[in-house]
């Protein structure tokens, strides 16, 4: 069983900086996608950026794209995920979640209940 653990959230000002980590553990193979979501108060939570595995292809969601970075260390098993230049719309709780592949990342991230294995989350505030 994929087991999840973020880390890295906390207040930072709009424009600032903020990377997130993702200590995975569990794999069965290198057959998964690993994504981070993230759930404002009162919204859904939405696929925020999504890794594989197996090739490292990637998915931004359009509203990060340019700002936010995903990468993984296979050999370490810990999944990253830069966030620059955030915004006050940034603010949520951050997710890490995994998946078996059985889709492209591009078809799997937008859909987080296809996502079996979650971590706790961790919590990004954007403030002056």
């Not at 553990?25 to 057959?31: A, C, K, L, R």
């Not at 981070?36 to 859904?44: D, L, M, N, T």
């Not at 936010?68 to 620059?84: E, P």
């Not at 995994?98 to 991230?109: D, E, G, I, K, P």
Request: glycine fraction near 10%; charge should be negative; charged fraction near 15%.
């Amino acid at each position: 069983q994929v087991h999840l653990v973020e880390s890295g959230g906390g207040l930072v000002q709009p424009g600032g900086s903020l990377r997130l980590s993702c200590a995975a553990s569990g794999f069965s193979s290198d057959y998964y996608a690993i994504g981070w979501f993230r759930q404002a108060p009162g919204k859904e939570r939405e696929g925020v950026s999504c890794i594989s595995r197996t090739d490292g292809s990637t998915y931004y969601a359009d509203s990060v794209k340019g700002r936010f970075t995903i990468s993984g260390d296979n050999a370490n098993n810990i999944i990253y995920l830069q966030m620059n230049s955030l915004k006050p719309e940034d603010t949520a709780d951050y997710y890490c979640a995994a998946v078996a592949l059985f889709a492209t990342v591009q078809a799997l991230c937008p859909m987080a209940p296809l996502f079996s294995s979650w971590g706790q989350g961790t919590q990004v505030t954007v403030s002056s």
